[in-house]
């Protein structure tokens, strides 16, 4: 199936570990996003990767840092996790930047 | 500062009705602008683009306008179905160069058979 991937779907952990969602793409595109959706539905951009490089990388705490080894795949660590960092993360990818994105499934973090 | 506003309340139609859907923004100046659907615990479908210089423009059932001096676009879904019972998200460019995606909140859409 082509498509976005990411794993795991859900997380539940403690407060002040340290996690990672991978996110992985077949659809052959350049760009890759992580987004958050909070509890109020709001979807918002956090980071994006054209071609391996960060492109854009919005206010958000430095406790999450992104990772691209290959255009396929972009994963997210979250350090020291806080319970305000529970929402549903979903990956993203385009063939151009900002245009047609097609999301993954979503990884409902959820910190205790 | 901008916003993108569409409306919270849920939008119930019957079926075989004509959805109509609204997407407000203020201070931004959009090169385009995007709808996407998305189902309870699933990702956003991506589902038309509109650009500045469209009026209008449409995929099967789908149309979607695009007024930039009332800075609002509107959503049709015609002939509606209950299968289109969703969440229905605008999304706009939030600076032009960056092109990173800021969405609306969404608004449901439920169609009763």
């Known amino acids: 199936d082509t498509a976005v991937s990411q794993t795991p779907k859900y997380l539940v952990t403690q407060m002040g570990n340290d996690k990672s969602i991978k996110c992985e793409q077949n659809l052959g595109h350049d760009t890759m996003y992580w987004y958050k959706q909070d509890s109020k539905k709001f979807l918002k951009i956090m980071f994006s990767y054209n071609n391996k490089e960060l492109i854009i990388n919005e206010t958000v705490p430095n406790r999450f840092s992104p990772k691209s080894p290959d255009k396929a795949h972009l994963n997210l660590h979250i350090n020291s996790l806080e319970l305000g960092d529970s929402a549903v993360y979903f990956c993203?990818?385009?063939?151009?930047?900002?245009?047609?994105?097609?999301f993954g499934p979503g990884t409902r973090l959820t910190v205790l | 500062s901008q916003k993108i506003e569409q409306n919270s309340e849920a939008l119930n139609i019957q079926e075989g009705k004509t959805a109509t859907l609204t997407c407000n923004y203020t201070n931004y100046s959009p090169a385009y602008l995007q709808w996407y659907r998305q189902d309870p615990g699933r990702g956003p479908v991506f589902l038309l683009l509109i650009r500045e210089n469209e009026k209008e423009k449409r995929k099967e059932r789908l149309k979607v306008t695009f007024d930039t001096t009332l800075k609002q676009s509107l959503f049709h879904i015609t002939a509606s179905q209950p299968a289109d019972s969703a969440t229905y998200l605008c999304?706009?460019?939030?600076?032009?160069?960056?092109?990173?995606?800021?969405f609306g909140s969404g608004t449901r859409l439920q169609v009763q058979p």
């Open positions: 999304a706009l460019e939030a600076d032009t160069g960056r092109r990173a995606l800021t």
């Open positions: 993203a990818s385009s063939r151009e930047l900002g245009i047609e994105q097609f």
